[in-house]
């Protein structure tokens, strides 16, 4: 586990440590200690903790003009036993919204497990941007998280499912990415 690390080619355009506006402004990170463990593996130092004992994440990227933010997940998804969606609402995208994110796309090929909880958070975070416009999508799940979060219900609150899997993300620039998953979702309300 500790050879994946985030995506880094948009590091060109983006760093969230450099963002005086992100909630990971001003981290550093060493290459050379490995701190971080999911369960008792070590994780490479480039993920981010955001208060989650077995989720991490990075912020890959993020456009305050066009208002979307793109999130890439690694580890265990545990609403049930640590309420990871609570951390991830309250510690990360509620320092977003002030700023004008309303977009999500959440990178989750590497969200190994999900094990769900209540839906609260997920329904506070889909009324949070849906007056703007705005929305959640998830891509690449792999087909026993999409199952359980489809069992959970919370493909009310947010899109994912194979509409939106298997897009070779990493072939498009942040901006382009945006325009590819906002016409999946363009086809998706055209067909339910």
Known sequence: MHNIE???????????????????????????????????YFIHPQWDNFGSATLYMKVLFVDYKK????????????????????????????????????????????????????????????????????WVCLLNLLPHVEEEMKDARLDFFLNFGHQFNDVNWRAFLPKNLLKKVEGLMAVERRLT
Not at 11 to 36: C, K, N, V, W
């Open 67 to 134: 208002g979307f933010a793109v999130f890439e997940m690694f580890g265990e998804w545990n609403d049930c036993l640590h309420n990871d969606v609570m951390f991830l609402k309250r510690d990360v995208v509620d320092e977003m919204l002030p700023e004008g994110i309303n977009k999500f796309i959440i990178i989750g090929e590497n969200v190994l497990n999900f094990h769900a909880s209540d839906d609260c958070y997920y329904e506070e975070w889909y009324d949070d941007v849906k007056e703007d416009g705005g």
């Open 6 to 40: 985030p995506y880094h080619r948009w590091r060109d355009q983006y760093i969230s440590a450099e963002d005086e506006l992100s909630p990971f402004f001003g981290r550093s990170y060493d290459e050379f200690y490995y701190t971080q463990k999911i369960y008792n």
